[in-house]
């Protein structure tokens, strides 16, 4: 996401600083001015908003780092994103049972030895040399991206969901062997999950629906691939998904399709989510786009990078303390729950020279926009790969790119980017 305008947050008693209120995240954009504050004044800071339960806001690197590394001493089982109380809870289940019985077990919320077990089954398809032999495909999914903006001449388009969701979902939709026209399916399921909170994506506000009614349909057509696969296996990772074992066990239906659908919406919805805001980081400094254009093949690496730290868009994870113990010189408490804010980390005044500067050169670039540990980005290697075919194709196809409209914001403090980035743009032949 694009950097907030500078807030009232340096006038805020540190105590009433909201960090974590989805709205004010698609009003304001991310709250790096009251970070500013926290990681100078308060940087594991004890947090009460109204509305959820209290949490530690961990704000400087080397303390987000030293959490990450150590999940015997903060679990990332249990509640590992924040919600409101009470959170979309699934047919009257409790906000305590929400968190201890989750509608989903996926990497993201396993701890070792299991972690790595579940890990392992899908993690030779992310390996670097795994995505490079996939490059030639998403050069040709990108181009034709392209290549239909230019057949549109001089157009105005929602730059979110015409051209950033399409070339992460084309392939990570390609990488499991799902069939083009179920991409809107897929894109539904990952803007309900990602948009729980945001009005525009949310089901059951009336009270009559599940709200996590998106997840029990994508578990039915994963059923439906994962026996497709097991009586036709094909050279894909559905493939792979439908015929994995667990000591020589079948995989357990709840943990393997929760599985599947982690890679399924995590493998798309931060790349765009990092396009667009990326678009609004190019905007914001068009110098750097001019330099991107200047020398496209030097700078594109460290462009991805820049590009993943200054948008940071996976805001936060949660992980829980599992004893009592101390942590930036805080006394920290069996069972309270430690958020770990990735896009303060990445701006940390210890760590960047110039942080607030956005700079498609910089390295060193020791950003934690993937994290970092244990539960290290599955796909970072595929989504810097996706990141670099995009913008240098962007770099030598779009001749010019303005905004059309006013941009919004996804209401949520677990992902962020832009929503709708309307857009006039005009793409030459290539
Ligand atoms: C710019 C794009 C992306 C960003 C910013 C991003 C960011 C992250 C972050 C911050 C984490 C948590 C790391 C931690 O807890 O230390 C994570 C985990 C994960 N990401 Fe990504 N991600 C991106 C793209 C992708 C893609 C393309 C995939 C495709 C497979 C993917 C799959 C995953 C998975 C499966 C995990 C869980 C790993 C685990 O718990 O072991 N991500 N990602």
Redesign the pocket.
């Given at each position: 996401m694009s950097d907030s305008p500078l807030s009232d947050a340096h006038r805020i008693p540190l105590n009433e600083l909201d960090v974590i209120t989805a709205r004010l995240y698609a009003e304001n954009g991310y709250p790096h001015e009251a970070w500013r504050r926290l990681r100078a004044e308060d940087p594991v800071h004890w947090c009460e908003p109204e509305g959820y339960r209290p949490f530690w806001a961990v704000t400087k690197q080397a303390d987000l780092i030293s959490v990450?590394k150590n999940p015997a001493d903060f679990r990332?089982a249990g509640r590992f994103i924040l919600f409101p109380v009470p959170p979309a809870a699934a047919d009257g289940q409790s906000a305590d049972d929400l968190i201890e019985n989750p509608p989903l077990r996926?990497?993201?919320n396993?701890d070792p030895p299991e972690?790595r077990d579940y890990?392992k089954m899908?993690s030779g398809w992310?390996t670097p040399r795994a995505v490079t032999k996939l490059e030639a495909r998403l050069e040709e999914i990108t181009t034709e991206i392209f290549d239909d903006l230019h057949a549109r001449g001089e157009v105005e388009c929602d730059f979110v969901t015409e051209i950033a969701a399409l070339q992460?979902l084309r392939m990570?939709t390609e990488i499991l062997g799902i069939p083009r026209e179920q991409e809107d399916f897929v894109l539904r399921v990952t803007n309900e999950n990602f948009g729980l909170e945001d009005p525009e994506f949310q089901r059951g506000t009336d009270g009559k629906e599940n709200p996590l009614a998106f997840i029990t349909e994508a578990f039915a057509y994963l059923n439906e691939i994962t026996e497709d696969r097991r009586r036709t296996p094909r050279e894909d990772l559905s493939t792979v998904l439908a015929l994995a074992t667990l000591d020589g066990e079948p995989v357990p239906q709840f943990e393997l399709f929760s599985l599947y659908f982690?890679?399924m919406v995590?493998?798309?919805d931060?790349?765009r989510?990092?396009i667009s805001s990326g678009l609004l980081a190019f905007l914001d400094h068009p110098g750097e786009l001019e330099k991107l254009r200047a020398d496209t093949d030097g700078l594109i690496a460290t462009a991805a990078d820049e590009i993943?730290r200054w948008t940071?868009?996976?805001n936060h994870?949660s992980r829980t303390a599992t004893r009592d113990l101390e942590l930036g010189g805080k006394k920290i408490r069996e069972g309270d729950s430690v958020a770990?804010f990735?896009a303060s980390a990445n701006r940390d005044e210890d760590v960047y020279e110039d942080p607030f500067a956005f700079r498609i050169d910089r390295s060193p670039n020791p950003h934690?926009?993937?994290?970092?540990?244990?539960?290290?980005?599955?796909?970072?290697h595929?989504?810097r790969m996706?990141?670099r075919v995009f913008w240098r194709q962007f770099a030598r196809r779009v001749d010019s790119i303005e905004l059309a409209g006013p941009v919004q914001l996804l209401a949520a403090s677990f992902v962020g980017g832009p929503k709708h980035l309307p857009v006039r743009i005009r793409v030459n032949a290539g």
């Open positions: 990450s990332s996926m990497l993201v396993m972690h890990r899908v992310f992460p990570i982690l890679v995590a493998g798309h931060t790349t989510n990092a993943v940071t868009p996976v994870f770990l990735y934690l926009g993937f994290g970092i540990g244990e539960h290290y980005c599955l796909g970072a595929l989504a996706d990141l």
